[in-house]
């Protein structure tokens, strides 16, 4: 079959076999952007302002990041796809018990659930379009595409003031996966409202909701995170210590944080996905704070084999949960967080764990402990409590 890449002239072919083809495979949404014209977005503004922690991998790929012909040679087109992750049956948090997962956590990993799907797409191209391997690539949050300005060129949804995606279908509980391809396909129209296209908030309006919630003030700006403020980013991404002053906006968020999603009023609209690509894992939920905080390795690996917190490790998990701990005021955790900080192999958990030991009342117990800890993690936190080392 000869292959159908539209031609030099400027013509592009119809997406909508394409897209018929895509939606049957399990995605709940399909759109096409042009990509002959590099992004504009203030990526290396917000990368040279330190805003993005030590997340240095996106500098070493920002220029494919904004131009996908470098990432596939003459590419055309940018293939969004989306999957839509509300469930009307995920559980929502306790107001006043229990760790806050984020939303997307509670299913196995998409990365691995959705991926499937994604090769059999690379197929569909193959079979209608004659695509060869090295046309095309796809990647599911894992390559140097972004995503979210891609779908919003897409018209997939449009960039909320809280950085989302917000889909007019969907609020904002969209998985994206990407495919570029040199197939030239008749591009989709961006999300437009009266005055513009394609900026922060084009059908936000006057709302704030989002800004104002934020328990850490990460945003800087609409549509501008500090990802070293951010709850997310402390509590997946960030390995090392949390710091001090961030601790009590987490609150009981053990993992991630769905806040400006959860408030925006978009999400009035948005319906159940058909979760094919998903495979729910809402026993997560039910997880009591005191099973996390004594899990051993082989337990931890057997909750949370096949889920996005096994990238987390277990060290990292007891970290959060030491904060959410602290956070709880519940009593109740002290001789659980009290053994962490005196007794745990690693530093990290049991600096946080001297943390939550103060922050319920015990930390009278761990004076002489002070004495004999010689990490200089660890003797930070005593000393930021004024006792002596």
């Excluded at 592009?12 to 394409?18: D, I, L, Q, R």
């Excluded at 140097?144 to 779908?151: C, D, I």
């Excluded at 998990?317 to 002290?334: E, I, K, M, Q």
Aim: charged share 20%; net charge positive.
């Amino acid at each position: 079959m000869k292959a159908d890449l539209g031609g030099d002239n400027g013509t592009a072919v119809s997406p909508h076999a394409v897209r018929e083809r895509l939606l049957a495979l399990g995605f709940d949404d399909v759109r096409f952007a042009a990509a002959g014209e590099p992004l504009k977005t203030p990526l290396r503004a917000w990368l040279a302002a330190g805003m993005h922690a030590d997340m240095d991998w996106l500098t070493r790929t920002v220029d494919k990041r904004l131009d996908p012909a470098l990432v596939v040679p003459g590419a055309r087109t940018v293939i969004m796809l989306g999957v839509n992750y509300w469930s009307d049956a995920l559980p929502r948090p306790h107001p006043a018990a229990g760790p806050v997962w984020a939303r997307y956590a509670l299913h196995e990993d998409y990365h691995d659930t959705i991926k499937p799907a994604l090769l059999a797409a690379g197929k569909v191209l193959e079979d209608l379009h004659g695509a060869t391997a090295d046309s095309y690539r796809c990647y599911v949050d894992t390559g140097p595409v972004l995503e979210r300005s891609w779908a919003a060129r897409a018209g997939l949804g449009f960039t909320g003031k809280n950085a989302m995606l917000i889909s007019r279908r969907h609020g904002n509980w969209l998985f994206l996966a990407a495919m570029v391809t040199r197939i030239a396909f008749t591009p989709d129209a961006p999300v437009r409202n009266r005055h513009h296209e394609g900026a922060v908030g084009t059908l936000c309006g006057k709302c704030t909701r989002c800004l104002d919630a934020c328990p850490t003030a990460a945003f800087t700006a609409p549509g501008v995170v500090d990802a070293r403020r951010c709850v997310s980013y402390q509590t997946i991404e960030n390995k090392g210590v949390i710091p001090r002053e961030l601790r009590p906006g987490i609150g009981r968020r053990i993992y991630g944080c769905d806040t400006c999603l959860e408030v925006c009023p978009w999400n009035r609209f948005a319906a159940a996905g058909r979760q094919l690509l998903l495979a729910a894992r809402h026993d997560l939920a039910d997880l009591a704070l005191a099973d996390i905080l004594v899990l051993s390795p082989e337990r931890y690996a057997e909750v949370f084999r096949r889920t996005p917190i096994k990238r987390l490790k277990l060290t990292g998990l007891l970290r959060n949960a030491c904060v959410v701990a602290g956070n709880s005021g519940d009593r109740a955790l002290l001789p659980l967080v009290l053994t962490l900080a005196r007794t745990h192999a690693s530093p990290l958990v049991r600096a946080h764990a001297v943390w939550a030991t103060f922050r319920l009342g015990g930390g009278a117990q761990l004076t002489a402990d002070s004495t004999l800890e010689r990490d200089p993690l660890v003797r930070n936190e005593y000393e930021q409590e004024a006792l002596p080392t």
